[in-house]
T-cell receptor
Framework: EAEVAQSPRYKITEKSQAVAFWCDPI?????LYWYRQILGQGPELLVQ????????DSQLPKDRFSAERLKGVDSTLKIQPAELGDSAMYLC???????????????FGNGTRLTVT | GDSVTQMEGPVTLSEEAFLTINCTYT??????LFWYVQYPGESLQLLLK?????DKGSNKGFEATYRKETTSFHLEKGSVQVSDSAVYFC???????????FGAGTRLFVKA
């Protein structure tokens, strides 16, 4: 079964440094999501792409976070500078696009666990 | 705005006990409703879904019915196993929208 690929699996960085996460969605999935999951909480949407366009980034802290999906396939999420409060699991997900795309479930990658020291 | 509220955990049960995890939602129109499960050390995966009122989603012995009148989507299983120990997330996607909103999750421990 096709999977969403993410790397790295773990990242430890010092505060004020820059970090980047990569995601490759399931082939053919037009919608790509970046979620942040703080320990003990549910995933919170940071940014959502439809092909290469951002459709929702209302919860993305744009002063330090950026995301791109230049060719509408894989995506990169960057944090610069990292802060202690950014320590969390960063999950990428993708879903198929269809006439009733809101019915389509999300397929999650294994995530990147970020620790900021 | 749209939101999902689920019962706080952890829930601790003995093997073969009956499970209910409550989930209620706030949304306009007719959202799609989902249960996702996160096993220890793994990422989230879809457990079941329902896309319209009175639909029942089912998978692996778990069931949930979309109740529009009570805005609920409670997860049930008649006989839990140790292997069901995980965190369960209720989620919704609004009508015509794309943004999937998750509840805080309910951790389930099943004792042998």
């Amino acid at each position: 079964e096709a999977e969403v690929a993410q790397s790295p699996r773990y990242k430890i960085t010092e505060k004020s440094q820059a970090v980047a996460f990569w995601c490759d969605p399931i082939s053919g999935h037009a919608t790509l999501y970046w979620y942040r999951q703080i320990l003990g909480q549910g995933p919170e949407l940071l940014v959502q792409f439809q092909d290469e366009s951002v459709v929702d980034d209302s919860q993305l802290p744009k002063d330090r976070f950026s995301a791109e999906r230049l060719k509408g396939v894989d995506s990169t999420l960057k944090i610069q500078p990292a802060e202690l409060g950014d320590s969390a699991m960063y999950l990428c997900a993708s879903s198929a696009q269809g006439e009733s795309s809101y019915n389509s479930p999300l397929h999650f990658g294994n995530g990147t666990r970020l620790t900021v020291t | 705005g749209d939101s999902v509220t689920q019962m706080e955990g952890p829930v601790t049960l003995s093997e073969e006990a009956f499970l209910t995890i409550n989930c209620t939602y706030t949304a306009t129109g007719y959202p799609s409703l989902f249960w996702y499960v996160q096993y220890p050390g793994e990422s989230l995966q879809l457990l079941l879904k329902a896309t319209k009122a009175d639909d029942k989603g089912s998978n692996k012995g778990f069931e949930a019915t979309y109740r529009k009148e009570t805005t609920s989507f409670h997860l049930e299983k008649g006989s839990v196993q140790v292997s069901d120990s995980a965190v369960y997330f209720c989620a919704l996607t609004p009508t015509g929208g794309f943004k999937t909103i998750f509840g805080a999750g309910t951790r389930l421990f099943v004792k042998a």
